[in-house]
């Protein structure tokens, strides 16, 4: 499954550091999105549970807020996108 979503800023040790001086620091930076290859372990209203392809083992939750698009591959092309609006 393709997977477009919302990301953050990285988060680099130096604010990290000044987070355990000043818990209410904080980081401004824009939004960006990400498209990645996942397989889709699961969802519900809340948000999806994604898995990377590779033999990583663990599991990402993406809030439904967070998702822009996922479209599923079909004879390993990817088909049309779906576009994600209130569910």
């Known amino acids: 499954m393709l997977v477009k979503q919302l990301t953050g ?3 680099d040790e130096e604010f990290v550091a000044t987070l ?3 818990p209410t620091a904080v980081l401004t930076q824009p939004l960006h999105s990400r498209t990645a290859v996942f397989a889709l372990e699961s ?6 549970v994604l898995r990377p392809i590779t033999e990583e083992p663990f599991s990402l939750f993406v809030p439904w807020s967070a998702v ?4 599923r591959g079909v004879g390993g092309a ?5 576009i994600l609006g209130c569910i």
Do not use: F, H, N
């Open 68 to 71: 822009i698009e996922l479209s």
């Open 43 to 48: 969802y519900d209203r809340l948000g999806v």
């Open 9 to 11: 800023p990285a988060l």
């Open 78 to 82: 990817l088909d049309q996108g779906l």
């Open 20 to 22: 355990d001086e000043d």
